[in-house]
């Protein structure tokens, strides 16, 4: 049974950083392209970073220059660096293949900027 559980989270000031962990279980990450998303309250989820299995990486406009996605595959680990940090980046944030799997969806972490 694979599982997704990510960490990291939490609040944080407007400018400030913030570096989450997905700790996958149940299946090896390497060789499979994996990503961030998030949902802030009332939208839909939406991508927000992603990572090839030759670590390619791709981002939002919303977080491109601010955001660093990043995987350890002998850890079996996904990262996602977050800087300079602002309000709407607020939401909870879930890690996932790319394209997501349904059943892989854990509990996300959670992130709030606010001053």
């Known amino acids: 049974q694979v599982q997704l559980v990510e960490s990291g989270g939490g609040l944080v000031q407007p400018g400030g950083s913030l570096r989450l962990s997905c700790a996958v279980s149940?299946?090896?990450?390497?060789?499979?392209?994996m990503a961030w998303y998030r949902q802030a309250p009332g939208k839909q989820r939406e991508l927000v970073a992603a990572i090839t299995g030759g670590d390619s990486t791709d981002y939002a406009d919303s977080v491109s220059g601010r955001f660093t996605i990043s995987r350890d595959d002998a850890k079996n680990t996904v990262y996602l660096r977050m800087n300079s940090l602002k309000p709407e980046d607020t939401a909870v944030y879930y890690c996932?293949?790319?394209?997501?799997?349904?059943?892989?969806w854990g509990q996300g972490t959670q992130v709030t900027v606010s001053s």
């Open positions: 149940g299946s090896l990450l390497r060789f499979y392209a």
């Open positions: 996932n293949r790319n394209p997501p799997i349904q059943t892989y």
